[in-house]
């Protein structure tokens, strides 16, 4: 395993961490904990494929859905939803 891999699991942990002392903080924030705990672990494991392409189209696909939450944010947060 190489420092990449291992820098990319202790960030998921510490993430994981982060989001469970909001969930124990705000009790309503369980269900959104989890999910984002779930997500940050399935995107810890990409490096663990074996198959080059189906790793970058993987990480594209991420990549875009990143993009595209930071912008349905953004318009929410300018449309006054958010």
Not at 2 to 23: C, T
Not at 68 to 77: D, P, Q
């Amino acid at each position: 395993m190489n420092l990449i891999h291992r820098i990319l699991w202790a960030g998921a942990a510490l993430y994981a961490g982060v989001i469970l002392l909001q969930a124990i903080g705000r009790t309503g924030l369980w269900l959104q904990a989890g999910a984002v705990a779930a997500l940050t672990a399935a995107v810890s494991l990409l490096p663990l494929a074996r198959d080059e392409s189906l790793l970058k189209k993987t990480e594209m696909r991420v990549l875009w859905v990143c993009v595209l939450c930071f912008a349905l944010y953004a318009f929410g947060r300018a449309g006054g939803v958010i």
